[in-house]
């Protein structure tokens, strides 16, 4: 056991840094865009409602809730959830956040198809992220004295490939919000060049966490699987 947690500490602890690089990035880019000021003088939450109301969505609540970079739709209540600074302030960070989060809303209203993937993952994947890590040690305890440990190391690895499956699921979804609220934002002439070239570079950082996320999961995954096919 100690050697195959020794590495997967090593993997944790490399995307443990590279993911507070892009988090820190990301928090710098905001706080840098945060500073171009609108001159159409809207929040993030008018920018919301009228993508809302331009798609002919309806149905759909703008709400502020409390947090930095805790933006987001909830499709149960069908609620747009925006940071408070993202609610209430008129800058090209507030505008960006506001209509990637709607473009969510927009994908659940088209039936988009990764999102209804994505969607149809989540109860299986809350229970299987939440045991998995622990069923995989108790394998590599188990392993070396009882061939049940390698069964229960390959149930847990199952299971983290569910978590690994839901991450690169996630990305298509949160980069086609991101390229729905762009074009939205440039269709509409909401932002002038320099407002949207500071939006679509926030969400370009944004969309990294994820993808540094995904791969992380990857190569977690990879290194548990070599581990099981090396005690066979």
């Known amino acids: 056991m100690g050697g195959g947690m020794m590495g997967y500490y090593i993997i944790g602890g ?12 990301l928090k710098s880019k905001f ?34 809730t409390r947090g930095q970079l805790t933006d987001h739709y909830n499709p149960r209540d069908k609620t747009v959830n925006l940071s ?50 622990y069923v995989i040690m108790g394998g590599l305890v188990l392993a070396a004295a009882t061939a049940f440990g390698n069964t229960l190391l390959l149930v847990g690895i199952i299971m983290y490939a569910t978590g690994t499956l839901f991450s690169f699921i996630t990305l298509p979804v949160e980069y086609d919000a991101s390229n729905r609220a762009l074009a939205w934002l440039e269709g509409e002439d909401m932002l002038t060049q320099q407002e949207h070239a500071g ?4 969400l370009k950082w944004a969309a990294r ?24």
């Open 209 to 232: 966490t994820y993808l540094v996320a995904a791969i992380g999961s990857l190569a977690t995954l990879v290194y548990f699987i070599s581990i099981f096919l090396n005690r066979r």
């Open 14 to 25: 490399l995307v443990f840094l590279v993911s507070m690089y892009v988090s820190n990035k």
């Open 199 to 202: 939006a679509k570079d926030a």
């Open 31 to 64: 706080k840098e865009y945060s500073k171009i000021q609108l001159q159409n003088g809207m929040s993030g939450a008018e920018i919301a409602q009228k993508m809302l109301d331009d798609n002919g969505i309806t149905d759909i609540k703008i709400i502020s």
């Open 84 to 133: 408070e600074v993202v609610y209430n302030q008129r800058n090209a960070a507030a505008a960006a956040v506001a209509a990637h989060e709607v473009g969510h809303a927009i994908q659940h209203a088209t039936a988009y198809k990764w999102i209804g993937m994505r969607s149809s993952l989540v109860p299986v994947v809350s229970i299987a992220s939440k045991y998995s890590q």
